[in-house]
C-alpha cells in the first residue's frame, strides 16, 4: 500500500533541502514531488480566473488524498502566501522517514496557518465537553509535534 508524507514548508530553499535529503535516502525523484503556486498562470477563456481555479483544484487534489476539508484549505493558504509542499511517496517504513526528515526541515503545522480560524461558543450545561483527537483519524497520521503528516491512499 502506498503511503506519502506530505509537508508544507516556507519557501522554495528549504523545500529544496528536504528534496536533496530525500533522495540522498534512496527515494527516486519520480517519488518526489514539489508544488508551489506558479508565478504566471494562463487562463482558459474569458470567465478564467487562474489562482482561484489552481487553489480549487489543490483543494479538491488534497481532498481526494484524504486530506480533512479544513486541512486543505490551511494548505491552499500556505500556498497562497508563498509556501511550498513536498510529497514523497514510498512504503511503509520509507514514507515514515520521509516525515522524520521533513519535520527535521522545519515543516509548518497547518494548525497555525489558520490559528485564527473561528470557534463557535461553548454552552456549559454541566456536561463533559467532547474531545476530538486529530491525530487519530483513517488514512492519515502525524508525529507528535511535527508538521508533516502521513497518507496512506
Same mark, same amino acid.
Given at each position: &500500500?502506498?503511503?506519502?508524507?506530505?509537508?508544507?514548508?516556507?519557501?522554495?530553499?528549504?523545500?529544496?533541502?528536504?528534496?536533496?535529503?530525500?533522495?540522498?535516502?534512496?527515494?527516486?525523484?519520480?517519488?518526489?514531488?514539489?508544488?508551489?503556486?506558479?508565478?504566471?498562470?494562463?487562463? *482558459?477563456?474569458?470567465?478564467?480566473?487562474?489562482?482561484?481555479?489552481?487553489?480549487? +483544484?489543490?483543494?479538491?487534489?488534497?481532498?481526494?488524498?484524504?486530506?480533512?476539508?479544513?486541512?486543505?484549505?490551511?494548505?491552499?493558504?500556505?500556498?497562497?502566501?508563498?509556501? #511550498?509542499?513536498?510529497?514523497?511517496?514510498?512504503?511503509?517504513?520509507?514514507?515514515?522517514?520521509?516525515?522524520?526528515? &521533513?519535520?527535521?526541515?522545519?515543516?509548518? +503545522?497547518?494548525?497555525?496557518?489558520?490559528?485564527?480560524?473561528?470557534?463557535?461558543? *461553548?454552552?456549559?450545561?454541566?456536561?463533559?465537553?467532547?474531545?476530538?483527537?486529530?491525530? #487519530?483519524?483513517?488514512?492519515?497520521?502525524?508525529?507528535?509535534?511535527?508538521?508533516?503528516?502521513?497518507?496512506?491512499?
Amino acid at each position: &500500500m502506498a503511503k506519502t508524507a506530505v509537508g508544507l514548508f516556507e519557501n522554495s530553499e528549504l523545500a529544496n533541502d528536504v528534496v536533496r535529503d530525500l533522495e540522498a535516502t534512496g527515494f527516486l525523484r519520480k517519488d518526489v514531488r514539489i508544488l508551489k503556486e506558479p508565478l504566471e498562470m494562463a487562463g *482558459s477563456g474569458v470567465m478564467s480566473t487562474p489562482h482561484t481555479d489552481f487553489e480549487v +483544484e489543490l483543494t479538491r487534489d488534497l481532498t481526494a488524498f484524504g486530506v480533512l476539508e479544513a486541512d486543505a484549505e490551511d494548505y491552499v493558504q500556505g500556498v497562497r502566501r508563498g509556501g #511550498v509542499m513536498v510529497f514523497a511517496t514510498g512504503a511503509g517504513d520509507k514514507a515514515q522517514a520521509a516525515t522524520e526528515i &521533513m519535520n527535521r526541515h522545519g515543516a509548518v +503545522e497547518v494548525e497555525k496557518i489558520s490559528a485564527s480560524r473561528p470557534e463557535l461558543p *461553548s454552552a456549559d450545561h454541566g456536561e463533559e465537553p467532547l474531545v476530538h483527537d486529530l491525530s #487519530v483519524q483513517t488514512g492519515r497520521s502525524r508525529s507528535p509535534g511535527s508538521g508533516a503528516r502521513l497518507f496512506v491512499w
